[in-house]
């Protein structure tokens, strides 16, 4: 009888280590895992937000879509502008110069590929949201663009529960990571 009792006191010492390492483990898991992907979307984003500037400089404006992106992108130049001379100074004689290159070998050379820029990383075939117009902004009319996407598109089925707010109260798999902003005409992350 004494062994029994042994025996169930070593299964109960098993279980509470075996859950104590799992309730230490868990939110270092979630962290690193949290860390790593939010770090591959944010590039991601930057790599789009960098394909838009280059937009912008070939039409004045920022693409709606991933198709048009892709399609100015592969297809249309950017403009280059070379001036010699003092434009400011009245009494010299300037050149503005104009040249154009292929803004799909400055993609390339950025290391880019269009056909995937689209879709979020972990995010089995989900892709970013996007969204550009023309605002007033001070009296002015400007281009904005905001390219997006939640938390839970890439934190995966694993991560993206609101119970992982215990370990991070700053965490909202319902939140955006995003570049952009369609009320003011920024490019800036908001990480």
């Given at each position: ?12 010492i098993i279980f509470l280590a075996y859950s104590l390492i799992i309730n230490i483990q868990e939110p270092i898991t979630f962290q690193a895992e949290k860390v790593k ?140 990571l995003k570049i952009g902003d369609m009320t003011k005409p920024t490019l800036a992350g908001n990480w």
């Open positions: 009888m004494r062994w029994i009792i042994s025996l169930i006191l070593v299964a109960i992907r939010k770090d591959i979307v944010t590039g991601k984003l930057e790599k789009i937000r960098s394909c838009q500037e280059i937009f912008k400089e070939i039409k004045g404006g920022f693409a709606p879509n991933f198709d048009s992106l892709a399609m100015v992108l592969t297809y249309d130049s950017i403009p280059t502008v070379k001036i010699e001379g003092d434009p400011d100074d009245p009494t010299t004689e300037f050149i503005k110069t104009v040249t154009y290159s292929m803004a799909i070998d400055s993609i390339k050379a950025l290391g880019f590929n269009l056909d995937s820029l689209k879709y979020v990383p972990f995010g089995d075939g989900k892709v970013f949201s996007m969204d550009a117009d023309t605002i007033t902004y001070q009296s002015v009319n400007v281009p904005v663009v905001e390219v997006a996407t939640r938390y839970e598109d890439f934190m995966g089925e694993t991560f993206s529960s609101p119970r992982f707010k215990k370990f991070d109260n700053s965490y909202n798999p319902k939140a955006s």
